[in-house]
């Protein structure tokens, strides 16, 4: 199972999401700027927040990914 999440999280369509997933939260970080924005549209950026816990997700599968040894991540 290790093995099979580690291969995953080296792949080349993992490392994409995640650029995917920076991009957006730093556009994300620019729009909430603008305080008219923001309470024009708190549902959709709430959502948007809610997406941007993959790079949570990321790291505990990178630490996870490690098996025995997760002290390797770092």
């Known amino acids: ?7 995953f ?6 490392r ?5 997933v920076i991009l957006l939260s730093s556009a994300l970080i ?3 700027t603008n305080p ?18 993959v790079f949570i997700i990321e790291f505990v599968l990178k630490v996870l990914a490690e098996g025995s040894k ?3 991540f770092f």
């Open 30 to 32: 620019g729009l909430q």
């Open 36 to 53: 008219d924005l923001v309470a024009r549209n708190i549902r959709l950026l709430a959502i948007l927040e809610g997406i941007i816990l």
């Open 9 to 14: 999280i080296r792949s080349q369509l993992f």
């Open 1 to 7: 199972m290790w093995h099979l999440m580690a291969r």
């Open 16 to 20: 994409t999401l995640i650029i995917v």
């Open 70 to 72: 997760p002290w390797r």
